[in-house]
């Protein structure tokens, strides 16, 4: 399985940036995805998810409102549209699979923890300048 991240890069504060992740070698239309960030000297935390169905979605109280994950199945990509973005947003973006089959009552912890995921991409910078 191998999941690519793209889309980051350097943009101001208030701007917009479209992250894209790529999967391969999984069954895409069953999985959850995710994405998570990391900033330098902090642990990964949870941005958003989304799952199998791709009618639930879930976010960190820290970007609701101004960030959005959907997917594409036919195309195996999962995306995260960042609006408004503010200098504590800087982090590398990891995106992350399972082969979901979580019920919906357990999703929705479970879809913020970083080791329920058994797939992550490599990861892509986003720095917001001020």
């Known amino acids: 399985v191998q999941l690519q991240a793209s889309g980051g890069g350097l943009v101001q504060v208030g701007g917009s940036l479209r992250l894209s992740c790529v999967a391969s070698?999984?069954?895409?239309?069953?999985?959850?995805l995710g994405w998570f960030r990391q900033a330098p000297g902090k642990d990964r935390e949870f941005v958003a998810a989304i799952r199998r169905s791709g009618g639930t979605t879930n976010y960190a109280d820290f970007v609701k409102g101004r960030f959005t994950i959907s997917r594409d199945n036919p195309k195996n990509m999962v995306f995260l549209e960042m609006s408004s973005l503010k200098p504590e947003d800087t982090a590398v973006y990891h995106c992350?699979?399972?082969?979901?089959?979580?019920?919906?009552?357990?999703?929705?912890?479970?879809?913020?923890?970083?080791?329920?995921?058994?797939?992550w991409g490599q990861g892509t910078l986003v720095t917001v300048s001020s």
């Open positions: 070698g999984l069954t895409f239309r069953t999985s959850s």
């Open positions: 992350a699979a399972i082969q979901d089959h979580a019920i919906l009552s357990t999703w929705w912890s479970s879809s913020t923890q970083p080791t329920w995921y058994d797939y």
